[in-house]
């Protein structure tokens, strides 16, 4: 039973628009989440983390809100670039050694 | 350059005939993991290693095999192929106390067992 959950498996935005990306997590003894991206034949790429004893973390364009009362974290792209079309991985963790992926979001970025 | 790397990076085989896909980093990270990723579930851990010759089941171990006798090189072993572990396959590291952030993933290696 996956325990990260990403619902959208595409998402298609205008260039210089948002992105918004979600993700839902049934475990409480989550306490860090991250973002991953992944461009075809290459692995993924770390993207943007948030602790659980923080409710948003903000790096350039990239934006991670978390709602622990709902489970559920978002990742904010402003604005969107051609660039930023790749898959989206959210990802969680309850230790040092033992990542939850979601399924991932296909994000494709129009001109 | 800072990497990890894996072979072979494409693998057609059959059933039945034992494999190893290589994993090596040269960051001389404690903690290495494989994962599988597959359409609709995302990544799932298969094996982790906190250290030379300290290993751990991950979600998904059946059927896979790992060692850890040095650092830097966490081979995944698949002693009897069958054809649901036809998937893409990833090896990661990471340091003690940079948890995630720092996690570097290979690759992959695409592997098709008939």
């Known amino acids: 039973d996956q325990q990260v959950k990403q619902n959208s498996p595409s998402l298609s935005v205008q260039e210089g628009r948002i992105s918004i990306l979600n993700c839902d997590y049934t475990n409480s003894m989550f306490d860090y989440f991250l973002w991953y991206k992944k461009y075809p034949a290459e692995g993924p790429t770390f993207l943007i983390s948030?602790?659980?004893?923080?409710d948003k973390n903000e790096d350039g364009r990239f934006t991670v809100f978390l709602n622990k009362s709902a489970k559920h974290l978002s990742l904010h792209i402003v604005p969107s670039q051609p660039g930023d079309s790749a898959v989206y991985f959210c990802?969680?963790?309850?230790?040092?050694?033992?990542?939850?992926f979601g399924a991932g979001t296909t994000v494709t970025v129009r001109a | 350059e800072a990497q990890v790397t894996q072979n072979p990076r494409y693998l057609i085989t059959v059933t039945g005939k034992k494999l190893t896909v290589t994993c090596s980093q040269n960051m001389n990270h404690e903690y290495m993991s494989w994962y599988r990723q597959d359409p609709g579930l995302g990544l799932r851990q298969i094996y982790y290693?906190?250290?030379?010759?300290?290993?751990d089941k991950g979600d998904v171990p059946e059927g896979y095999k790992v060692s850890r006798k040095e650092k830097r090189n966490f081979p995944l072993i698949l002693e009897s192929p069958s054809p649901n572990q036809t998937s893409l396959y990833f090896c990661?590291?990471?340091?003690?106390?940079?948890?995630?952030?720092?996690?570097?993933f290979g690759p992959g290696t695409r592997l098709t067992v008939l």
């Open positions: 948030i602790s659980s004893i923080k």
């Open positions: 990802a969680a963790s309850a230790d040092d050694y033992k990542l939850s």
């Open positions: 990661a590291s990471h340091g003690r106390g940079g948890l995630y952030n720092e996690q570097f």
């Open positions: 290693s906190m250290n030379v010759e300290v290993t």
